[in-house]
């Protein structure tokens, strides 16, 4: 296929907001594809090359990459520059440029495949030292010359990482559905959600069929889309929802990670898959020690220790962790303990569809509890006696709540999924809504009066699972400090487009439309009924969605969320239920 269809399809897609046209649209993309460009293809779309958790990007600046459209259209600096500001993307200046000059070539250069325009920009993310930005220079613009004025206009965008279809995995993960299993994704996804590859089971499936995704099993290296919770608002609702008898686990609040051991070597990934080994080399250390396995994926939560009390610090405190310099400096200052909860893959043996119990036992088995890896704390209960007390213990050692999970034969490890089976009950439960719920920036409101030159409020949307699609909630201004708030322009800077994503759904129009992005942690007084917000909008009454009444920002920005793992709508829903329960 060439780039220039390919970036034809890309218009098309680009054309609507409408899910199942896009859809439609990427299984033609898809079929007319050759079985080795597959994995391109799907990873293109996706505006990158590689899998998140890879780590590798193009990270091409604004100057290098105008200089690029400046020496293939032939254009002059402060032509492109003028363009660029007038237009404010990139992209829409190389297709004019190209377009002039187009008209002026008397033979067109041969144009570039999908596969020769993303092995040069696999070369391009590759390239480093002395003389690379000279590289890269070249490269891009001698892919830029050979490239309709439409191809030129998207692939500015995908190497600034600006290429935002409005498509997502899942959105592929439905056409691959359509394409390959008649709609049903039950398998596909599957195979994505235990490799976290969309490239990799896009070519499985390509050049094997729909057999190929039973064969896919989790492997070291690739992070396993975590297993997700439900949430009840008191332990008799837990104890009944999981059958009377359950275990209950301390929930700690530190960063959710799994830990990889590939032959001795040992990786840790994020809950949002991000690879995060650089951040916690004590970490790495203590499993490389602890846990005694050739290869595993385990599961656990990296938590701060006062170094003076040898208490559990929250979890604001252990983000000064995530940082590129001064490692060595946070180390000392915040030590820490991995809480280990699960074990997903052990030695070869795939133990996601291991009953909880015998995955705990296996976990068991294979940690030297001896130093700073240790077991999550656990009890099998079967009284709400004995829930409180657990519940009391967890609050008092400096947790947040408890985890309760099935223990029958059904309790497997469902990954990417968010089911009953594990359920989170937090100490601040008790009152109408004191939980806290995470929720995407999708829009800005300007500032007024003391709040000129800053946004005044934020529009914030949940995730709607079913629909794909992020749905607003309520507008926060409350919450921030005057250098938060001032600070919020720059911070969200690179999440800001023009138009209204694809995927965000609001009746509401901000001054500021964000790509959702960020994820910030909101409290507020109650959960209401609201005709102009759309998070489960005709679920409880016709014309009315919910919002959330008196939202305020706690501080805690959940960098290791994506937005797909926001607080969901149904989530909202089984919220509002509950406070209906209360009343009556």
Known sequence: MLYSELADYYSRIESTTKRLEMTSILVEMLKKADKNEVAAISYLTLGKLYPDFSGIEMGLGEKLVA??????????????????????????????????????????????????????????????????????????????????????????????????????????????????????????????????????????????????????????????????????????EVMEKLGGTLALEYKYDGERCQAHIIKGEVVLFSRRLENITPQFPDVIDAVAKYVRAKAAIVEGEIVGVDPNTGELMPFQQLMHRRRKYGVEEALEEIPTNIFLFDVMYLDGEDLTNVPYLDRRKRLEEIVDCSGSVKLATRSIISNIQSFEKFFEEAISDGCEGVMAKDITTASVYQAGARGWLWIKYKRDYKSELADTVDLAIVGAFNGRGKRAGTYGALLLAAYDKASDEFCTVCKLGSGFSDEELFSLPKKLSDALVKEKPARVNSLIKPDIWFEPKYVIEVKGAEITLSPVHTAAFGKIKDAAGLAIRFPRATGKWRTDKSPEDSTTTQELVEMYQSQLKKIT
Do not use: C
């Not at 325009?117 to 002395?130: H, V």
């Open 67 to 236: 200089k690029a459209i400046s020496r293939a259209a032939g254009s002059k600096p402060k032509e492109i520059d003028d363009l660029y500001e007038k237009a404010g993307d990139l992209g829409l200046v190389a297709e004019e440029v190209l377009k002039r000059k187009s008209a002026q070539l008397l033979f067109q250069p041969k144009p570039p495949t999908v596969l020769e325009i993303y092995s040069i920009l696999d070369k391009i993310s590759r390239s480093s030292g002395g003389g690379a930005q000279d590289e890269k220079l070249a490269w891009l613009s001698g892919l830029l010359s050979g490239l309709t004025p439409n191809g030129a206009k998207y692939l500015v965008r995908t190497v600034m990482g600006k290429l935002r279809l409005g498509v997502a995995d899942m959105t592929i993960l439905d056409a691959l559905a359509d394409l390959y299993a008649d709609g049903d994704r039950t398998l596909i996804e599957r195979a994505y959600n235990l490799t976290s590859d969309i490239g990799m089971v896009a070519e499985a499936l390509a050049r094997e069929g729909l057999e190929a995704m039973k064969n896919l099993k989790p492997t070291p290296g690739k992070p396993i889309r975590p297993m997700l919770a439900e949430r009840l608002q008191s332990p008799e």
